[in-house]
């Protein structure tokens, strides 16, 4: 069936809708530090929004799924993250966003779990694969799509590069959707809208493609992508 959707899941803060950049999201799911679920996903932050709203600017056709993990601040807990991931690995949803990670290793071993299951479904995460010089969890971790930061890369594409330890990575720019009147600068920006910008790539170049479920999978359908163009 090639016609299915692609579906994101926006690990972040929640969605608010309607918004002037995204008219409305498949459905979603609230985490809280405790792991409990609630069906309440509003954003308060603004964060997953703008995540959401980047992604949806790229691939409009995707479905999105809002899995909010920020309260009151965009710092959460490793194993709501995990039940975060599983919650959409559980749904065959087909692309997780992680616009977030840790910087700390010895969480590696918690996150991992989560991260194999999930390749084992067939979701493929994007995430910060480093951040301001430092490896992030899970981007860095084997199977994940991991995202670099270019500030002068234009907003529009992503570039797929190999690396030095072996499989490849993107790179993408770090600014999120433009809001009329607002400076680049005073907007949102930075790492997390760089993996956005990725994910909405990613999800645009995966339509019509359901074989591809895997990180390299999905890097390939981009390079294939490219190559038309």
Same mark, same amino acid.
């Given at each position: 069936?090639?016609? /299915?959707?692609?579906?994101?899941?926006?690990?972040?803060?929640?969605?608010?809708?309607? %918004?002037?950049? #995204?008219?409305?999201?498949?459905?979603?799911?609230?985490?809280?530090?405790?792991?409990?679920?609630?069906?309440?996903? !509003?954003?308060?932050?603004?964060?997953?929004?703008?995540?959401?709203?980047?992604? %949806?600017?790229?691939?409009?056709?995707?479905?999105?799924?809002?899995?909010?993990?920020?309260?009151?601040?965009?710092?959460?807990?490793?194993?709501?993250?995990?039940?975060?991931?599983?919650?959409?690995?559980?749904?065959?949803?087909?692309?997780?966003?992680?616009?977030?990670?840790?910087?700390?290793?010895?969480?590696?071993?918690?996150?991992?779990?989560?991260?194999?299951?999930?390749?084992?479904? @067939?979701?493929?995460?994007?995430?910060?694969?480093? %951040?301001?010089?430092?490896?992030?969890?899970?981007?860095?971790?084997?199977?994940?799509? @991991?995202?670099?930061?270019?500030?002068?890369? +234009?907003?529009?594409?992503?570039?797929?590069?190999?690396?030095?330890?072996?499989?490849? !990575?993107?790179?993408?720019?770090?600014? +999120?959707?433009?809001?009329?009147?607002?400076? +680049?600068?005073?907007?949102?920006?930075?790492?997390?809208?760089?993996?956005?910008?990725?994910? @909405?790539? #990613? !999800?645009? /170049? #995966?339509?019509?493609?359901?074989?591809?479920?895997?990180?390299?999978?999905?890097?390939?359908?981009?390079? @294939?992508?490219?190559?038309?163009?």
């Amino acid at each position: 069936m090639t016609d /299915a959707p692609v579906t994101v899941a926006i690990v972040d803060s929640g969605v608010s809708v309607p %918004h002037p950049h #995204l008219p409305g999201v498949a459905g979603g799911v609230a985490i809280d530090l405790a792991g409990k679920e609630q069906e309440d996903y !509003a954003d308060v932050l603004g964060h997953g929004t703008a995540v959401a709203s980047a992604i %949806h600017e790229k691939a409009p056709e995707a479905e999105i799924y809002a899995v909010k993990v920020f309260e009151n601040a965009l710092a959460t807990s490793v194993p709501t993250l995990v039940r975060a991931i599983d919650w959409a690995s559980e749904r065959g949803i087909r692309l997780v966003n992680l616009s977030l990670g840790t910087p700390n290793d010895f969480r590696a071993d918690e996150l991992a779990p989560a991260v194999e299951r999930a390749i084992e479904r @067939g979701t493929v995460i994007v995430s910060a694969l480093e %951040h301001e010089g430092q490896a992030m969890y899970p981007g860095c971790l084997e199977g994940v799509v @991991g995202v670099m930061l270019f500030w002068n890369h +234009p907003r529009e594409t992503v570039t797929s590069v190999a690396l030095e330890t072996g499989g490849s !990575a993107l790179v993408a720019s770090g600014y +999120p959707r433009p809001i009329p009147g607002v400076p +680049p600068d005073r907007n949102l920006n930075g790492i997390s809208f760089a993996v956005a910008n990725a994910t @909405g790539v #990613l !999800a645009a /170049a #995966l339509i019509g493609s359901p074989e591809r479920r895997s990180a390299e999978d999905a890097i390939d359908a981009l390079r @294939g992508q490219e190559a038309r163009t």
